[in-house]
Structures are given as C-alpha cells and as structure tokens.
C-alpha cells in the first residue's frame, strides 16, 4: 500500500506545509478528504470539524467493532461519512 503525505488543514484553509501539519494518508482517505476539514454531521446534519490526528485522539472519537470503525462523536461521524471508511465497495 502506498500513502500520501497529506496537509491535515490544507493550504486553502490556512494550513502550513509544516511537520506539525502534514500526517501519512492512504491514497483513497486523502482523496475523499481533499481540502475539507469540516462536514456536516450525518445523524444531526450539524456542521462540525473532522477528526484531527494531531489534536484529537482516536479513541475519544472511534471505537473497533471487528473490521468496522464506529464513530463515537460528531466529529467521528463526519470523519468517517466524508472519508467512506466503513463502505465495502470501495
């Protein structure tokens, strides 16, 4: 599997091509992604920010049920409704 070395909050937004921005992405989640860093919450329909690997921890927001993320807060939700990772066709 090869990764992209992605802006967490992208140029568009004010993000900075600094070590503290950047993260490793797999190639799918980085274009889903794109230059969002927001999205509306899909159980509320709220906006609220996606998960941020530098500021957020992991299992705050999401929780393994088998090979199934499950997301624990809105932000989770976004993140997981904008980068697909629970859809089997992809």
């Known amino acids: 599997m090869s990764y992209h070395i992605e802006l967490i909050i992208a140029l568009a937004h004010g993000g ?7 993260a490793f992405s797999c190639s799918r989640c980085n274009l889903y992604k794109g230059t969002n860093i927001a999205a509306a919450d899909p159980d509320t329909g709220e ?3 996606m998960f941020h690997p530098r500021r957020n921890r992991w299992d705050e927001h999401f929780r393994l049920d088998g090979a199934t993320i499950q997301p624990l807060t809105s932000e989770g939700r976004a993140t997981v409704f904008v980068l697909h990772l629970n859809d089997p066709n992809v």
């Open 47 to 49: 906006p609220t920010f």
């Open 16 to 22: 900075q091509t600094t070590e503290n921005n950047l």
